[in-house]
């Protein structure tokens, strides 16, 4: 397979899976999370090498993950025992990891060969060089199966549990009154949402993890009125991001993993303004119309 085929396969993984979990982190309107474990991994990978001296993928990994697991839970537990907002919660926790990250590699220096802005910025075009080999036989880059690994259980997960996230999405309380394990669920959406971040940030970069998991989800949100809905729709977006972004990469000669960003945006702003039920500039409707809806509604009640 060609470098350009992998590049569009890995990109149009990475917004498969974030746009999954970005549904349910909207509709919980935690949206900020996947850009709070996104930057809090670095201080996971530093803390990995340090303890580790090694710069394996195994350690690096169990670092990251650790770190975006850690951000997941300290956030919560401010949101819930310190009664900080959800929002604030997170902005308090990612920052002072991410700082604490800059720091460990401001004093460790010359023991540590990482640069923060290759984690935070990334670059799709790279994936296809780091490449899996067994008994001789290239297996691919390392990224496609790192994100294959986090989407196969994402989806399993997903469709066999679709009722139960769809409670969790929509109402907790009820879903805890019906004898849902709320903690439990949680638990298993932020660690998938941690393993997504992980395996994403080093093909598209830290930042532009946020960008897959909330623009795909905010335009399906705008197209769908349920869940299952919602999680057709997204993909549909993350599909077209990923392959439109990479069209305007190679024809302005630019970044990648920004211009499937800037797709994904775009996509968005299109989808407010002309498309959905509530498009902004739809024709809003005339009076006389107003006035059979209002007696329809009489009638049915």
Not at 6 to 17: D, E, Q, S
Not at 85 to 100: E, I, K, N, Q, R
Not at 109 to 126: K, R, S, T
Not at 284 to 292: C, K, T
Request: hydrophobic share 60%.
């Amino acid at each position: 397979m060609s470098d350009a085929l992998w590049i569009i396969v890995i990109a149009v993984l990475t917004g498969l899976v974030n746009a999954w979990l970005g549904v349910f982190l909207v509709l919980r309107r935690q949206a900020m999370l996947g850009d709070a474990i996104s930057h809090s991994v670095l201080f996971g990978l530093v803390a990995a090498f340090l303890l580790s001296g090694s710069r394996e993928t195994l350690p690096m990994f169990a670092g990251a993950l650790a770190a975006g697991l850690l951000t997941a839970w300290l956030s919560s537990v401010l949101e819930r025992r310190g009664g900080v907002s959800a929002d604030a919660s997170m902005g308090v926790v990612f920052t002072t990891l991410f700082a604490l990250g800059v720091i460990l590699i401001s004093s460790q220096a010359g023991q540590i060969d990482l640069d923060q802005e290759c984690v935070l910025y990334g670059e799709i075009a790279f994936a296809p060089l780091d490449v899996i080999s067994m008994g001789g036989m290239d297996l691919g880059p390392r990224a496609f199966w790192s994100l294959l690994a986090v989407a196969a259980p994402t989806l399993a997960l997903i469709l066999i549990a679709l009722p139960r996230l769809q409670a969790l999405s929509f109402d907790a309380r009820h879903a805890a009154a019906l004898g849902l394990n709320i903690g439990l669920w949680h638990f298993l959406l932020m660690a998938l949402t941690a393993l997504s971040a992980v395996a994403s940030f080093d093909a598209v970069g830290a930042i532009l993890v946020v960008a897959m998991l909330v623009l795909p989800a905010l335009s399906a949100w705008r197209m769908a009125r349920g869940l299952g809905g919602m999680l057709v729709w997204a993909s549909v977006y993350a599909v077209l991001a990923s392959l439109s972004g990479y069209a305007f990469a190679v024809w302005l000669d630019v970044s990648i993993s920004a211009s499937i960003g800037v797709a994904g945006g775009i996509l968005l702003l299109i989808t407010l303004l002309f498309l959905g039920p509530q498009a902004m500039l739809r024709s809003p409707p005339r009076p006389a119309d107003d006035a059979v809806a209002s007696s329809l509604s009489d009638l049915s009640g």
